[in-house]
């Protein structure tokens, strides 16, 4: 089991959310660079799972995609993020954990669960190369057409969808805050 909760209890100020904030969205969204603005403005802590994944197989996640296969890859996805035990952090996720039905009821049981919703022209400028990044992908798939298959299943498992198209990182941070019900700390 992955765990990430606080050595000492939390001491700074009650926000009312619940426990955890898990982001979810395509690769190149702004889930860890939104995440940890986040994490900051709410006194939580940052995890990436991404970063879990590797630190618990000792691979990158293109040498776990290469070595594995997507099959094998997604399973260890899922089996990391369905076993992350933490309070008051805000958990940003590979593009793909939603694959894993496991892993999303599981964060969804933990956490409110934000989709950073970017169009694809806006995710294709971001993203570069998609191997280097480890982004799980059939041969032949286009980012086109990961966006297409990925789109209906943020949506399904989305708590709330703040569309960051055009903002920067604060005023995605703040569009975040609102809807989470908290004014811009």
Do not use: W
């Not at 606080?6 to 700074?12: A, F, I, N, Q």
């Not at 690769?27 to 879990?52: E, H, I, N, Q």
């Not at 894993?100 to 049981?109: D, N």
């Not at 005023?171 to 609102?178: F, N, R």
């Amino acid at each position: 089991m992955v765990s990430v909760t606080r050595d000492r209890p939390y001491s700074g100020r009650d926000t009312g959310l619940k426990e955890n904030i898990v982001l979810i969205g395509m690769p190149g969204c702004g889930k860890s660079s939104l995440g940890v603005v986040l994490a900051k403005a709410l006194g939580y802590r940052f995890v990436d799972s991404d970063l879990l994944i590797q630190e618990n197989e000792g691979r990158l996640l293109s040498e776990i995609i290469e070595q594995d296969g997507l099959i094998g890859f997604k399973k260890i996805e899922e089996k990391v993020n369905a076993s992350i035990e933490t309070v008051r952090t805000v958990i940003a996720t590979g593009g793909s954990v939603v694959y894993g039905p496991k892993a999303m009821e599981h964060l969804k049981s933990i956490a409110d669960v934000i989709y950073l919703k970017l169009p694809l022209e806006d995710i294709a400028e971001r993203v570069g190369d998609l191997n280097e990044r480890g982004v799980a992908f059939e041969p032949g798939q286009t980012l086109g057409d990961l966006y297409d298959e990925r789109v209906p299943l943020y949506e399904k498992y989305a708590d709330i969808t703040v569309d960051t198209h055009d903002m920067d990182i604060r005023t995605a941070v703040g569009q975040v805050l609102s809807q989470l019900g908290k004014e811009r700390l």
